[in-house]
């Protein structure tokens, strides 16, 4: 764990809440250096964060999660972000051992039949892959909003991620669907097309659907199981 005590992360968390992200972004970096991490899944969310630390010129890091079952348009927007910010996203993958173990055992569609396969899926395809990833940094920056689902409506700015052993820092937490688009709009920022076709929160393609209006923002992932069941496993506190 790191060696701060409760008083000095509530004045790092006092510190962020009144600095612009910009000026946040510097802030932990200072203190973490070389130990800043960003995760995207290329959501507008992430999109608009992505652009954020392009312009702050500092070298965090980027990383996304290729769990091999992505649309292809998240392959397609994945390279155009590349080409547009000129900085290098780090893909981990599953292990080949434990993939190859799981699907010859259960098959390739496996997460349709119970959420304990589904929930292995995840597990292999996207829980230890990021624990690879996150290993030795400081500083999570992650995508998430209050408005996603009732689990992230109290997430605080700056949290301490016990399960990962690291700050987690959502800086469009308080944001709304409408300020992200702007942001993407204005900027000309690339975008996951399926947003257009509505498609909300965009993860693996059998795992994902588009939604009708008035459903719930998550109410496309999953779509089989019962709503207390939809975890996979990245931001465990927050579901
Ligand atoms: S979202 Fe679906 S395909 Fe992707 S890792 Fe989870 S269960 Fe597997």
């Not at 098959?107 to 959420?115: D, L, R, T």
């Not at 892959?129 to 500083?139: E, I, T």
Request: hydrophobic share 40%; with cysteine.
């Amino acid at each position: 764990m790191e060696a701060f005590s409760k008083s000095q992360f509530d004045q790092l968390h006092s510190q962020v809440s009144q600095l612009s992200i910009r000026d946040a972004f510097h802030l932990l970096w200072q203190q973490y250096p070389q130990r800043v991490t960003f995760s995207t899944s290329f959501s507008l969310e992430d999109q608009v964060i992505t652009h954020m630390v392009a312009e702050a010129a500092l070298p965090i890091t980027l990383f996304t999660l290729d769990t091999g079952r992505l649309f292809p348009e998240t392959y397609s927007v994945w390279s155009s972000t590349v080409q547009r910010f000129g900085i290098p996203i780090k893909a981990y993958y599953p292990d080949v051992a434990l993939l190859e173990t799981f699907v010859a055992k259960n098959g390739p569609n496996a997460f349709y039949e119970s959420v304990e396969n589904r929930k292995s899926c995840c597990h292999i395809r996207k829980v230890l892959p990021l624990k690879r990833a996150l290993a030795g940094n400081a500083v999570w920056i992650t995508g998430l909003r209050s408005e996603h689902s009732s689990a992230r409506h109290d997430l605080p700015l700056l949290e301490w991620d016990e399960t990962n052993q690291l700050l987690k820092y959502h800086p469009l937490l308080h944001w709304t669907a409408g300020q992200v688009k702007a942001v993407i709009d204005e900027q000309a920022i690339p975008y996951n097309p399926l947003h257009d076709k509505g498609f909300v929160s965009i993860g693996c393609a059998p795992c994902t659907r588009a939604i009708r209006p008035g459903e719930d923002f998550r109410a496309g992932r999953w779509w089989w199981e019962d709503n207390s069941k939809k975890e996979c496993g990245l931001h465990e506190k927050q579901h």
